[in-house]
């Protein structure tokens, strides 16, 4: 079994300052983990993922995770927070390998609100 | 390229009915996955459909059942409707190539909005 823990479920910030996202997962196999990010009324757009390659992962609009397994967390930052950033965001980890039908499990999100 | 679509964006009903919800995936995806929302919470997994066969499923009732058509497009049908039933019903779409299990991206609709009265 599988599941993701979002530590906070709302993260304030100024716009300008360091943000940080926090995630823990508990994996029976080496997982494949994520960051979704939702906007209101929008569907899900992937941020980055993290599939046994490089432990530190880059993705879009200047966010990145790192991937560390002794602590089993992949915490979201970015170094400096935009107000477009405000928006829902998602851990997520899915099964890397074998059979199952366990899908990707999301955790219950993390608001981000960004403070002008 | 369209991304995914969903059809209809809200929708209410009322307990003890029937809904079919519609999704048609990303130009080039074979594989559609269903998910469900509810207020304040992370998406769920349905189930996920590949070659117009159900693959994997997750903790849901037999009430929930779907459809794959040979143009990838799916359908997520809903009976019997529950006031627990109301959420929003996303569909993503992948690439799979045939593998069990997913590791690659998803891309995912807007969701249909469903309120069971």
């Known amino acids: 079994a599988q599941s993701v823990t979002q530590l906070d479920s709302h993260v304030s910030v100024s716009e300008g300052t360091p943000v940080l996202l926090r995630c823990n997962y508990s994996?029976?196999?080496?997982?494949?983990l994520f960051w979704y990010v939702q906007h209101p009324n929008k569907g899900l757009q992937l941020l980055l993922k993290y599939t046994s390659a490089a432990t530190l992962v880059k993705g879009i609009n200047g966010f990145e995770a790192e991937f560390k397994k002794s602590e089993t967390s992949f915490h979201l930052t970015k170094p400096s927070a935009h107000m477009s950033d405000a928006a829902e965001y998602f851990c997520?980890?899915?099964?890397?390998?074998?059979?199952?039908?366990?899908?990707?499990?999301f955790g219950k999100g993390t608001h981000l609100i960004i403070q002008p | 390229d369209a991304g995914v679509t969903q059809s209809p964006t809200h929708l209410i009903k009322t307990r003890g009915q029937q809904v079919t919800l519609r999704c048609s995936p990303k130009?080039?995806?074979?594989?559609v996955s269903w998910y469900q929302q509810a207020l304040g919470q992370g998406p769920q997994f349905i189930f996920q459909y590949y070659e117009e066969e159900e693959r994997q499923r997750g903790n849901f009732p037999d009430r929930f059942s779907g459809h794959q058509f040979p143009n990838y497009s799916s359908e997520l049908n809903v009976n019997a409707l529950l006031l627990g039933d109301s959420a929003l019903y996303l569909c993503?779409?992948?690439?799979?190539?045939?593998?069990?299990?997913?590791?690659?991206?998803?891309?995912f609709g807007e969701g249909s909005r469903l309120t069971v009265l």
């Open positions: 130009s080039g995806h074979d594989t």
């Open positions: 993503a779409s992948s690439f799979d190539r045939g593998r069990v299990f997913y590791a690659g991206e998803l891309f």
């Open positions: 997520v980890v899915s099964r890397n390998s074998g059979g199952g039908a366990d899908g990707l499990t």
């Open positions: 994996s029976s196999y080496s997982p494949s």
